[in-house]
T-cell receptor
């Protein structure tokens, strides 16, 4: 199956700093990517839909100024957590869609803000 | 509103037992997709199955089988002869809106522990 690479897999940052997470589709072009967040022992919650060349669409309750999404090419979407705080510590995972036939998930990024 | 309910929070079985994970969904759409994913402790999501709303045939893949019942809005997952490697969190998911097959609403997950 198609491969989606997410980087970094783990990151620890200081409170107040920003962290960028990359989601790459390695062997297909993804016009749409989705970003999810998963708190410990909880479900995955959709944060936003990222479309190549246009602004991301955020789900209700997700701060677009805090979670900046850029989908500049058909193979790369980035999520930047700005001015991170301990409550932003979570598991972030992306999925990339290949012509809406199937979504492939990245390996996830475990963010810890100290 | 779209919703997925996995009533079983945790299940513990002994190896070789069969186990069924329940999934009940709610949607207003007539066309929708249902999914099951496995999440091992490492965190990545492993795709298991996608089923569209017009295909009610049950599916079997090795030790895995799925029972889709539109009449009860259920899409249950059975593992036959469970193995320790099956231990993981299993998520059932529903396509969030018509035309966005892969924008998913996830259930809360079922933690399956298979004891040797």
């Amino acid at each position: 199956g198609a491969v989606v690479s997410q980087h970094p897999s783990r990151v620890i940052c200081k409170s107040g700093t920003s962290v960028k997470i990359e989601c790459r589709s390695l062997d297909f072009q993804a016009t749409t990517m989705f970003w999810y967040r998963q708190f410990p022992k909880q479900s995955l919650m959709l944060m936003a839909t990222s479309n190549e060349g246009s602004k991301a669409t955020y789900e209700q309750g997700v701060e677009k100024d805090k979670f900046l999404i850029n989908h500049a090419s058909l193979t790369l979407s980035t999520l930047t957590v700005t001015s991170a705080h301990p409550e932003d510590s979570s598991f972030y995972i992306c999925s990339a869609v290949d012509r809406d036939t199937e979504a492939f998930f990245g390996q996830g990024t475990r963010l810890t803000v100290v | 509103a779209q919703k997925v309910t996995q009533a079983q929070t945790e299940i513990s079985v002994v190896e070789k037992e069969d186990v069924t994970l329940d999934c009940v969904y709610e949607t207003r759409d007539t066309t929708y997709y249902l999914f099951w994913y496995k999440q091992p402790p490492s965190g990545e999501l492993v795709f298991l199955i996608r089923r569209n709303s017009f295909d009610e045939q049950n599916e079997i893949s090795g030790r895995y089988s799925w029972n889709f019942q539109k009449s009860t809005s259920s899409f249950n997952f059975t593992i036959t002869a469970s193995q320790v490697v099956d231990s993981a969190v299993y998520f059932c998911a529903l396509s969030a809106e018509f035309g966005a097959t892969n924008k998913l609403i996830f259930g809360t997950g079922t933690l399956l522990a298979v004891q040797p």
